[in-house]
């Protein structure tokens, strides 16, 4: 009963015709570097300032090149309920205790509604495969589980659960930066692109993080009749999800330098990195807008 209820309450697609005449804001993050530390991958700093989200009923939108698994443990962990996106815009994950009607083009996915916007790994990998004879670089893939420890930190189970590609295909870059030119334009021609994480170069379909938030945005305006989107992130995949934004964050990186914006909203700059300034930024944001 409790249950039901809180299912009832949370609902964040209206029913139909039951458009809200109120204000949504939505925050939509990056995680490493992000919300997550770079090096230690602790959500700690920002805990608060979640806990401060849910009691305002703003959701909280991973949006990262992490995978379902990934991003399934982490909203578990930090007792999130709200909607995700993974593999820089590949695939978004509706959970249907939130969103009791499918979203447009979703389909059932257990627990979520499945919306794909990106290329299957299969696919990926089928299309990748006569390069890499051409090329020194090593797939994740490919890649043994000890080989991903050593080069991420992550843990064994969190290495596994980064190895489950569904719509992308992370590699380690070890050629020249001419020979990345020519990888990239010879991609091209297959359907293929490549973002730049924080430790991998992915390779996946025609997507990135901004048309993803545009789309997330285009869902909850159903409900509601204006929505807000809050954006952050650090690194050069979150450039065109933070060009989408109408309030964009840059969260300073203690490993590179901030990515540069073409962009004619206000930029927020971190002034502390990671989670810390994640944190202070949202909380800063929260009381102007
Ligand atoms: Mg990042």
């Not at 009791?100 to 509604?113: D, F, I």
Request: glycine share 6%; aromatic share 6%.
């Amino acid at each position: 009963m409790t249950q039901m209820k809180q299912a009832t309450d949370n609902n964040d697609l209206a029913p139909a015709g039951g458009r809200h005449a109120t204000r949504k804001i939505i925050v939509v993050t990056d995680l490493d570097g992000s919300l997550l530390d770079h090096y230690s991958y602790s959500a700690e700093p920002a805990l608060a300032t979640i806990r401060k989200l849910q009691n305002r009923r703003i959701p909280l939108i991973f949006n990262t090149s992490k995978t379902l698994a990934e991003c399934e443990a982490l909203s578990e962990t930090l007792g999130l309920s709200d909607p995700f996106i993974v593999e820089n815009g590949s695939a978004t994950y509706y959970p249907k205790r939130r969103f009791r009607t499918a979203p447009q083009g979703a389909t059932s996915h257990g627990v979520y509604w499945q919306v794909v916007a990106g290329m299957r790994h299969e696919d990926i990998q089928t299309r990748l495969a006569p390069l890499k004879a051409d090329y020194r670089m090593v797939t994740l893939s490919d890649c043994s589980l000890g080989d991903i420890c050593a080069a991420t930190g992550l843990s064994m189970t969190a290495a596994r659960r980064a190895q489950n590609r569904q719509f992308s295909e992370p590699l380690i870059w070890q050629d020249s930066d001419e020979a990345l030119v020519k990888f990239q334009q010879a991609l091209v021609g297959l359907g293929l692109t490549t973002l730049r994480g924080g430790r991998f170069l992915h390779v996946l379909g025609d997507v990135d993080k901004g048309k993803a938030l545009l789309a997330i945005q285009a869902v909850y305006r159903q409900t509601y009749h204006e929505v807000v989107a809050i954006a952050l992130g650090d690194g050069d995949n979150d450039i065109a999800m933070l060009e989408a934004a109408d309030f964009p964050v840059l969260i300073r990186s203690p490993a590179h330098k901030l990515p540069t914006l073409a962009c004619t909203r206000p930029v927020t700059i971190s002034e502390e990195a990671g989670p810390a300034g994640w944190a202070a930024s949202i909380r800063q944001l929260l009381k102007t807008i």
